[in-house]
């Protein structure tokens, strides 16, 4: 995919099937990758999606305070004769951030700790904030300081089974969605 990818446009006409609202949650340490997680329902336990983005929670946080972010997943097609896996269930994506390639990231099983903050934020509807994490009670441990997380509804629009888009919705309805997320298998 080419860097300029954040100009990729889908379809305005969609059927009705095509389109439903779910529940995203984007969290990680400060220093940390992003993981984002989706949800057919803000209270349900396991997310249908899990990827750990190749960029950190800070700089997330930073793109996000400048404007419109648009994240690119790209994944390769199968070899022909091959069994092709679920869009969902793809393991591995090139990743660009507003047209930037910024490396891989990885689709992952849910964690205990995935499901604490999942747990933890079950009750906030639309919100971002930071959750005090203590980990195994050693100093300087890896999951030690604050999480942040951010929690909105999210459009999923279903292009194909090659392609689908995830769209944050705001609040007031006005302008177009601050984050995009697409995930495309070329």
Known sequence: MLPTCMFI?????????????????LFGNRRGHVSFAIQ????????????????STSTLVKDMSSGLVRIALECEKMP????????????????????RKCGHALSRVCT????????????????AGVIPVVGDGRKGGESEGELMYM???????????????????NLDGNGGPELSIFLIRT
């Open 40 to 55: 057919d329902n803000s209270t349900s336990s396991e997310p249908s999606l899990l990827i750990e983005f190749a960029i």
């Open 151 to 169: 929690r909105a509804n999210f459009e999923r629009v279903v292009g194909n089974c090659n392609s689908e888009a995830f769209y944050m919705m």
């Open 80 to 99: 022909r004769g091959s069994r092709q896996l679920r869009l969902l269930q793809e393991p591995k994506w090139a990743m660009y951030c507003n047209g």
């Open 9 to 25: 446009n889908f379809p305005t006409h969609f059927t009705p099937n095509s389109c439903r609202k779910v529940t995203g949650t």
């Open 112 to 127: 205990d700790s995935d499901r604490h903050v999942l747990h933890t934020v079950r009750n906030v509807s639309v919100g």
